[in-house]
């Protein structure tokens, strides 16, 4: 259990949220304080340069924050390819595709070290990364690019070791999109995409990688907004009480942090409202809740948690339990010192054997030498 008594305080423990601009907005320090926020993420709207994202992380965690509060997560999607949202002096990697096809657990872990060590020196203490979708659907418009493989035991093997690296260096993994985004021809930006996939048939693909990866106690699964008809015909997985806790909880046995998408996708704001969306999330069983913020500071869906909770639609004990893990990996991954000494960034940023690993992958070459999985960067 969470040692938070304060209700507000409580549920601002399970929001990640975003904002616009490459310093922290006036109303935004004040709600981070006002809300008790847990978290921000990071987009390409916060990036200026290396040394500004530094400057940025530290005004969050030692500005912004109340100084008896956890400290922040500081979140980014940063996968490699498409999804990059760190360009040039940091290393640019090309997309989990090549990964997968080099099959190396031993890259695949200097890849996911590398990153991190990157993220890490600039603040970032959790990547919305690995990947771990079975790439199902050629057509797929939103995942193509961006998954390991076809091979749902490639797409575990690559992914877990990917995961062990970036948590190794010092940043949360969140492995994504549960219980598969690989089968779908709609983007969920959108609209909501639907599928039709038994319990049985997902055991036998999508599944896989998700359970590998909790297995390699990876910190964080993000949800997927998808109707899965055969199992929810009402729901989406991440607000889908017969999808998170009896699959993934009790059937994958993962005891860690479960991350929703963006709760501002049209899949979820077109159909479920923004405040009925929040409470079904936090009451189907997902720990945290992501805005991207483009909707502003989402004070009513924190609201509507507190009401569910004070009438008892929610569970007080299991907002807490979500909150001591929350917390719990905070402990490991976002508590710091002293703030960030913005001149030794670049001494960890777009190194020579950070764009070699790149060109390697690029090439789809395998990297010689590579005695142990655990090599140091």
């Not at 008896?68 to 989990?96: A, C, M, Y």
């Not at 595709?97 to 600039?122: D, T």
């Not at 889908?240 to 709760?263: H, N, V």
């Amino acid at each position: 259990m969470s040692q938070i008594q304060d209700l507000k305080t409580l549920v601002g423990q399970l929001f990640i949220v975003g904002f616009d601009g490459v310093s922290v907005p006036t109303d935004f320090k004040k709600a981070i304080k006002q809300h008790h926020l847990g978290g921000t993420v990071y987009f390409k709207r916060n990036v200026e340069s290396s040394a500004q994202l530094a400057e940025l992380s530290n005004e969050l965690q030692f500005d912004c924050r109340l100084a008896d509060e956890p400290f922040l997560f500081i979140s980014i999607d940063h996968e490699g390819g498409k999804v990059n949202r760190l360009g040039k002096p940091f290393t640019v990697f090309p997309g989990n595709e090549n990964l997968g096809l080099i099959n190396s657990p031993k890259m695949a872990f200097q890849f996911g070290a590398i990153i991190a060590k990157e993220l890490k020196a600039v603040g970032i203490n959790l990547n919305f990364a690995p990947v771990v979708d079975v790439n199902t659907n050629p057509d797929n418009p939103v995942m193509k690019g961006r998954m390991f493989s076809s091979d749902p035991e490639v797409c575990g093997k690559i992914g877990s070791a990917v995961c062990r690296g970036i948590q190794k260096q010092g940043v949360a993994a969140v492995a994504k999109h549960f219980p598969g985004h690989g089968d779908t021809k709609i983007d969920s930006h959108f609209e909501l995409p639907k599928i039709e996939r038994s319990l049985a048939k997902l055991e036998e693909l999508e599944l896989i990688p998700f359970r590998r990866l909790a297995k390699s106690r990876v910190e964080g699964i993000m949800t997927a907004h998808i109707l899965n008809q055969a199992i929810d015909p009402d729901y989406p997985a991440t607000l889908s009480e017969k999808t998170i806790e009896p699959i993934l909880r009790r059937g994958l046995r993962y005891s860690k942090l479960i991350f929703t998408d963006d709760m501002e996708m049209k899949a979820i704001t077109d159909h479920y409202g923004a405040d009925q969306a929040a409470v079904l999330a936090v009451k189907a069983g997902c720990d945290v809740l992501i805005y991207r913020g483009d909707n502003g500071f989402p004070v009513g869906p924190m609201e509507a948690i507190i009401k569910a909770i004070e009438s008892k639609k929610i569970s007080r004990d299991q907002v807490e339990i979500s909150v001591a893990r929350v917390l719990n990996c905070k402990k490991t991954y976002a508590n710091l010192e002293r703030p960030i000494d913005v001149t030794q960034v670049n001494e960890a940023i777009g190194l020579p054997e950070h764009l070699h690993l790149a060109e390697m992958i690029m090439k789809k070459e395998r990297l010689e030498n590579l005695d142990s999985e655990e090599t140091e960067l």
